[in-house]
Every structure is written in C-alpha cells, then in structure tokens.
C-alpha cells in the first residue's frame, strides 16, 4: 500500500519567539527551549514509528536548524533536504524586529491583529498571507505534492506563517477560517492522502517537554 504522508512542522522557539517580537526574514536561531522542543518532535515522531524520505524547510536557520535536530533524533541526519525561499516565513516588512506590544502601541491592537491575522492585509514593507500563499502553493504543488502523491513520505519544517497558507489550502479554508488557524513552536501536523490527492486524514501533534 503507498504511503502518502505529508508532516508539517513549525521550528522550534527561536530568540524573537522569546522576546515576542515580529520576525519575518529576520534570521534568529533557537532558544534552549526551542532545541529541547526540536529533538522532543524528532523523538515523539520516531516513537510513533515515522521515517522518511525527503525533507524540505526554508532559508532560515531556525527551521533547518529544527529540520536537522529532528532528522538526528529520527536517526535520519543523511536525509536528502531540500531548501527554498518559497517557504521562508511571510516578511513583515518594518514589523520586522518590533515587540508585539510596541507595534500594537504604535499603530493600535486592531491593527496590529489584522495584519498578523488576516489573508490580506499588508503589514507596511511586507507580505499580506495572501502574498505568501502566492509563492507557497505554486512551489507546494510542482516540488512537494509530486512527492508525496508518488509514496515518498515527506517532511516539511517551516513557519508559523508559511505553514498556515500551506494549511489554508490542503484543508480549503476560507480567509476568514484561516484567521483562527495557529501553530505552535514545533506542532507537528500529518497528512496522509488517498489515491486520488485528497486528504484522507489530518493529526495534530504537540511537542510534550514534561519529563525532558
């Protein structure tokens, strides 16, 4: 039976996650915390069986510095990864490197939530989600779902943005559906897809540092 299984995963907590501030194409590496929750997901995902065949992630460091602390965890540090621009975080443009609560003060809460929120609006300088999910899902679709649908279990390590327009649409959510859409340092998500591309099922799985 060919497997098609797609996992998702958002880096671990990196040095701008900490200090709450907008990162976009800023380059911070992870935390303590945010390398205890990249080998937990790598650990947790080996625990329940998962190997692969190929790995995607982004430009940035904190995602393929979480790509490579799993991959070790999964004994799979050999695995072919490949890297693009397509999957870097949405660029916040002059939010970029701001304190949550500073841009809030600066330009109001409303705002502030519409630009991390919303599928359109544009933060100034940056990429509306809209614009991220223009560069995302045409590379989604000629290099990642090729993989999957031939039975190459596939792993992608990205970003909180990134991820939610992917997610946006293989589950065909709306722009307001996509506003409640979150991921957490280091959630892990599974596709697994039937013979015809459809999602066949969806499991979330959230990093458990308790007893690390």
Same mark, same amino acid.
């Given at each position: ?33 945010? @390398?205890?929750?990249?080998?937990? =997901? ?11 065949? +190929?790995?995607? *992630? ?9 790509? =490579?602390? !799993?991959?070790?965890?999964? #004994? ?6 490949? *890297?693009?621009?397509? +999957?870097?975080?949405?660029?916040? #443009? ?10 809030? %003060? ?5 705002? @502030? ?6 599928? =359109? ?6 990429? $509306?989600?809209? !614009? *991220? ?28 943005? $990134?991820?939610?327009?992917?997610? !946006?649409?293989?589950? #065909?959510? $709306?722009?307001?559906? @996509? @506003? %409640?859409?979150?991921?957490? *340092?280091?959630? !892990? ?10 999602? =066949? ?12």
């Amino acid at each position: 039976m060919t497997d098609r299984t797609l996992v998702l995963v958002r880096h671990g907590q990196s040095s701008d996650n900490e200090r709450d501030l907008f990162s976009g194409w800023r380059n911070p590496d992870l935390t303590g915390r945010g @390398v205890a929750e990249a080998v937990q =997901a790598g650990r947790q995902l080996r625990d329940l069986g998962f190997r692969f065949d +190929l790995a995607f *992630t982004s430009e940035l460091t904190r995602a393929q510095r979480t790509l =490579a602390l !799993m991959l070790a965890e999964l #004994g799979q540090s050999a695995l072919a990864v490949r *890297t693009d621009r397509a +999957l870097n975080e949405r660029d916040y #443009g002059e939010l970029a490197g701001l304190n949550k609560q500073e841009a809030r %003060e600066r330009w109001s809460p409303q705002q @502030v939530h519409l630009w991390r929120k919303s599928y =359109a609006a544009v933060p100034p300088g940056g990429e $509306s989600l809209a !614009m *991220t999910a223009e560069r995302l899902v045409p590379y989604y679709r000629q290099e990642i779902r090729p993989q999957v649908r031939a039975g190459r279990r596939t792993l992608v390590v990205a970003h909180g943005n $990134s991820l939610r327009a992917l997610v !946006m649409h293989l589950d #065909g959510l $709306s722009a307001q559906d @996509v @506003v %409640e859409v979150h991921l957490a *340092t280091s959630q !892990m998500l599974v596709y697994r897809f039937d013979a015809q591309g459809a999602v =066949a099922d969806k499991q979330s799985i959230l990093v458990d540092l308790r007893g690390t």
